[in-house]
């Protein structure tokens, strides 16, 4: 069985593969790679451990029919058309559960940075502002007691709960479509509508996945909904949130401010007004860029490749349908 990777992952998953007596090949280049290259580079191999970066769409699929697994190393697969793959009889697998941790560290790291203006505060310091003690100057916020509001509570959602709760005490409301009896019994999370959410969080954090339903969910409409005083953190997906939308409503202070791990489009550049503001602060999508995260979704994906070389069933399939009688 012959293996490609679109991206440089971490050894140990490789060396799985490799002792199974698979080859496997890896990307090298630091750019995605064009779709029809991607097209082209698949046709020599069974396999495929693609990234969120990957687009696996419609016309990539029925080119590469004969693959015979997509292992995706990451939890969120809406780079794939899952639908078409499975009608193709393609398995999809990605990594639930290893970076809900991981990527919940991230979502708290912005509601922090954010409060207390951590970037801005650094840049003044490089820019060679750190002047003298200002009493009334760059003051943040404080999240004592709070009100976290999650949009989409579940593995990473409650994970965010449960450090909000521990560290600042801070009351949980959260909008899904069904209830969370987990995070209910867990921190007593109370189920509320989208116009309860957006009204009454002090911070809302988001943490679904994006569907048709929730792109571009977090519009102008939905900002001017929020409390002034209100923080919006965003380590889903960037399209989630209208860009331009959140923009003005940092520049009209219909919000207070904002932490993105997601952007849109991603990479952001350069010149994007958000990272002059004082309370925004934006990453590089790292929301599972540790180390022991990263090695938990390699191991993953060589699971789901392992298993389908043995002719079972994906141990972390997308598309579980396949194995239906
Ligand atoms: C995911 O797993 O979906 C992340 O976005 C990748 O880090």
Redesign the pocket.
């Known amino acids: 069985m012959k293996i490609f990777v679109t991206r440089i992952i971490p050894s140990g998953a490789v060396a799985t593969l490799q002792e199974a007596g698979i080859t496997v090949d890896q990307w090298q280049e630091k750019r995605n790679i064009g779709h029809q290259e991607l097209i082209d580079i698949c046709k020599k191999y069974d396999g495929l451990i693609s990234?969120?970066q990957d687009l696996i769409d419609r016309s990539f699929l029925q080119s590469c029919r004969h693959l015979k697994v997509i292992a995706q190393?990451?939890?969120?697969?809406d780079n794939i058309d899952v639908e078409e793959a499975t009608r193709l009889g393609i398995p999809i697998g990605?990594?639930p559960g290893v970076?809900s941790k991981a990527?919940a560290d991230t979502a708290f790291l912005l509601m922090m940075a954010v409060s207390r203006k951590a970037m801005y505060m650094n840049h003044k310091i490089m820019r060679g502002e750190w002047g003298f003690y200002e009493p009334t100057a760059d003051l943040g916020i404080e999240l004592h007691g709070k009100t976290l509001g999650i949009f989409g509570l579940g593995k990473i959602g409650l994970e965010m709960a449960r450090l909000c709760q521990g560290a600042y005490g801070m009351k949980i409301i959260y909008c899904n479509r069904n209830h969370n009896p987990e995070a209910e019994n867990a921190t007593g999370a109370r189920k509320v509508n989208f116009e309860e959410l957006l009204a009454f969080s002090d911070v809302l954090s988001v943490h679904t996945a994006l569907t048709a339903q929730t792109k571009g969910i977090f519009n102008r409409q939905a900002f001017d909904q929020m409390k002034k005083t209100a923080i919006f953190i965003n380590t889903a997906?960037g399209s989630i949130h209208n860009e331009e939308d959140l923009i003005e409503a940092m520049r009209q202070g219909s919000i207070w401010g904002c932490g993105l791990d997601?952007t849109n489009p991603e990479p952001m550049q350069p010149d994007n007004p958000l990272l002059d503001m004082p309370t925004a602060v934006i990453l590089p999508?790292i929301?599972?860029?540790t180390q022991q995260t990263r090695a938990a979704?390699a191991a993953i994906a060589a699971e789901n490749i392992l298993a389908c070389r043995k002719g079972e069933p994906l141990p972390y399939p997308v598309n579980p349908e396949l194995y239906k009688p």
């Open positions: 990234v969120g190393m990451a939890v969120g697969f990605n990594t970076l990527t997906r997601v999508h929301g599972s860029a979704m």
